[in-house]
């Protein structure tokens, strides 16, 4: 339904929206002047940010990378805290892959936006620095599966991270 000015209520949905980094970064855009105009809004934003996560079985992939890119452009950015992201370690969502997916593109924006350290402090900050091979299902938490789950040029460098934390 249209309102008055003629936009369309799904026009600044993330679902909605064209799987195009300009395009994902304006719905971020939106989110940041709003959260920045109403500072009430922080606190619950990063409960349903968490709450979106736990959720993620009821997303088809396309809507699950979309989401997961707003997150990245979110929390590299400082709109929410990455204590959000420890829903990530659910059992349900590990069992499935969803949590290593998720955070695959997650962590790909993020380091396309900022640098390891800037993503290496946010984890730090919120104590799951030294959890991410439980992002992994159990019986595949070894460094061997770590860096075949995150395997590409922009991840390189959560693999050297995680290796030194091993060490």
């Known amino acids: 339904a ?3 000015n003629g936009i369309t209520r799904c026009e600044f949905c993330v ?9 994902l970064r304006s719905r971020y855009e939106v989110l940041f002047k709003l959260l920045r105009r109403y500072k009430y809004l922080e606190k619950s934003f990063d409960e349903e940010l968490s709450k979106l996560i ?4 009821g997303f088809n992939t396309g809507e699950r990378t979309k989401l997961a890119k707003v997150f990245g452009y979110c929390l590299s950015n400082g709109v929410g805290s990455c204590a959000c992201i420890s829903s990530l370690f659910e059992e349900h969502l590990v069992k499935d ?17 900022k640098d390891i350290q800037s993503l290496s402090a946010a984890l730090k900050r919120a104590g799951l620095d030294s ?23 922009d991840l390189q460098p959560i693999i050297e991270f995680q290796r030194l934390k091993q060490s």
């Open 2 to 4: 249209a309102n008055d």
């Open 15 to 23: 679902f909605a929206a064209a799987d195009e980094p300009a395009i």
């Open 54 to 57: 736990k959720f993620l079985r």
């Open 97 to 113: 892959g969803l949590s290593v997916d998720f955070a695959r593109t997650l962590f790909q924006v993020w380091l396309q936006e």
């Open 131 to 153: 959890k991410l091979m439980e992002l992994l299902p159990i019986n595949k938490r070894t460094m061997e599966h770590f860096e075949s789950s995150f395997r590409g040029p």
